[in-house]
């Protein structure tokens, strides 16, 4: 039991009081790091061609510590949900979402050795390695805060996109019964004029599709304007918020850091 302990000590993220904690976190945030860089070089053939023991060694390695991992997490899951039943702990993880980014990681590896299957789906499959990538939420405290303020401010965000949605959908319709007549290849439905209507409301302004027509230029002249407004509002919301979780962790961390008499309550100063 001493030993479940330790090994979930050393996994679990918000206990890190040794030094051993830290390179457990470490290593394994430096090997996801690793394994993206190494899919990336992968897609390079001459790179690839050159280097593909090295990126099969990698893989392998990789796979090993995060079967390791995930079987371990798996192991002392009722010592992370102290509350309910072992067995209820581990189905609670393994259907977490954390859970089931740890499996899709490592199941495409195991999948095709497992069932016979199609050598362009496991081509497919690869692309689950990218998955690894979020398992540095659980390894770095700055994804935390990041995903805690589009936690706070969802609400905020999900009104905005309704808007712009709404806009998107009005403008392309707009546009499409105005530029239609003069350009029905451009315009042959509402789904290319959609397409218009992202670039301008983004006001990233492609140029392969644009109005000739004089209402068409003008309309697109009022989306682009509205755009720069509307879009810009999520940023502002985000930033603000971000802004709003900084200070409410350095607060939170000042309080904690002051010590108080067990008995008074008062603060001990030093």
Known sequence: ??????????????????????????????????????????????????YSTLFWLIEIFSIIIFSIEYIIRIWTADLAYTDIKPYKARLKYICSFMGIIDLLSIIPFYLPYLIKIDLRVVRVLRLFRLLRLLKLNRHSNS?????????????????????????????????????????????ANIGEALWWAVATLTTVGYGDIYPVTGIGKILSGVIALLGIGIVALPTGIISSAYIEEIQYNREKSKNNSIEQCPHCGKEIKK
């Open 1 to 50: 039991m001493k030993i479940r302990q330790q090994i979930f000590n050393l996994i679990d993220e918000d206990k890190k009081n040794s030094k051993g904690d830290f390179f457990v976190h470490y290593f394994i945030s430096i090997l996801i790091i690793i394994n993206v860089i190494a899919l990336f070089l992968e897609s390079y053939e001459h790179i690839n061609k050159e």
């Open 143 to 187: 994804l935390k805060l990041i995903i805690n303020v589009f936690k706070r401010t969802k609400s905020d965000i999900l009104i905005t996109v309704f808007i712009v949605s709404l806009l998107l959908i009005l403008s392309a319709t707009l546009m499409y019964n105005i530029e239609n007549a003069a350009q029905p290849k451009a315009f």
